[in-house]
């Protein structure tokens, strides 16, 4: 659980960083453990970042492998 919750913190604080670039498209970035946070015997968080256009703070960035990414069209 410690690696996943480490990994989840370096990856808000780079989206954090790199969203600094970009003044006119204001988000929050903050992140929660998944729920439920164990499932397949692996542990799972979630970064959630709210705003007008995540997905141009998100082209920018090159996730690992065992990330996966789940829009949610509201």
Sequence with gaps: LKIVQDESQTLAKQLKTMQKDQPN???NI???PSNPIK???KYRYQ???KGLDPAALLRKINLPLFW???VDPI
Excluded: V, W, Y
């Design 25 to 27: 498209h204001p988000l």
């Design 30 to 32: 903050f992140r929660a």
């Design 39 to 41: 499932k397949f015997n």
């Design 47 to 49: 970064i959630l970042i």
């Design 68 to 70: 996966k990414i789940d």
